[in-house]
């Protein structure tokens, strides 16, 4: 999408990144978990650092990319998952909702009548059955592949498994969401701590340039 923007390219698709590397470098974070699509971010967060480092002082650690053991979840429709093309399951949403987006997922093409083999490897279904479903995921495949499990049970099986693997998290919400108070004395405490260490590192990086006069 971007490429195709040729020369109308807005400051935000370069002043991002920079802005995204220094929270990362404000705070000399180690390492940062990100998903498959922001390892290049990381890549010119590292690049700043490392140039800065020559310049200057060895002020910035090198940031190392710590990937998830999924780096990538899809869209329900196979796609990139994004709000903006309506493909996402969210950990907030409601049991109802879960199942009513697992039914509109896309499923393999190839499996049109409920005894035919799947392809559990072009299924999005079942790639989210091997994330959030793993115990089973084996099983499943297999009964997939011989034609014993349809799409609408392996839908189900799915919705059931991500119902229960953010239940917690649900009810957790509801909690906060009782108690606001709670929820801005931490994020007031949390940006007095951030502002300390942010602070500190301002210093050290104009010390290191010879800006740290009153």
């Known amino acids: 999408r971007d490429l195709g923007l040729k020369d109308n390219i807005g400051y935000g698709l370069l002043g991002y990144p920079v802005l995204m590397a220094s929270d990362i470098l404000i705070y000399k974070a180690n390492a940062v978990p990100v998903g498959e699509d922001q390892v290049h971010h990381i890549e010119l967060t590292r690049e700043i650092a490392r140039r800065f480092n020559n310049l200057y002082k060895n002020v910035f650690p090198l940031p190392q990319v710590k990937l998830t053991k999924v780096p990538r979840v899809p869209g329900t429709d196979g796609?990139?998952?994004?709000?903006?093309?309506?493909?996402?399951?969210s950990i907030s949403d409601s049991p109802e909702k879960i199942e009513e987006k697992v039914k509109t997922?896309?499923?393999?093409?190839?499996?049109?009548?409920?005894?035919?083999?799947?392809?559990?490897?072009?299924?999005?279904?079942?790639?989210?059955?091997?994330?959030?479903?793993?115990?089973?995921?084996?099983?499943?495949s297999v009964d997939c592949k011989s034609g014993k499990l349809g799409c609408v049970e392996c839908k189900k099986g799915l919705a059931q498994a991500?119902?229960?693997?953010?239940?917690?998290?649900?009810?957790?919400?509801?909690?906060?969401?009782?108690?606001?108070?709670?929820?801005?004395?931490?994020?007031?405490?949390?940006?007095?701590?951030?502002?300390?260490?942010?602070?500190?590192?301002?210093?050290?990086?104009?010390?290191?340039?010879?800006l740290d006069y009153e």
Request: hydrophobic share 30%; with cysteine.
């Open 79 to 89: 796609k990139r998952m994004s709000k903006t093309l309506g493909n996402t399951i």
């Open 105 to 140: 997922m896309i499923t393999d093409t190839q499996k049109i009548r409920l005894n035919d083999p799947g392809h559990p490897d072009i299924c999005v279904v079942f790639t989210y059955q091997d994330i959030f479903n793993p115990e089973q995921s084996k099983e499943i």
């Open 162 to 210: 991500l119902i229960n693997k953010f239940d917690g998290f649900r009810e957790r919400r509801k909690y906060y969401e009782k108690n606001p108070e709670i929820i801005r004395e931490i994020v007031v405490e949390g940006s007095k701590k951030a502002r300390q260490v942010a602070k500190q590192t301002l210093n050290e990086a104009k010390k290191a340039m010879n």
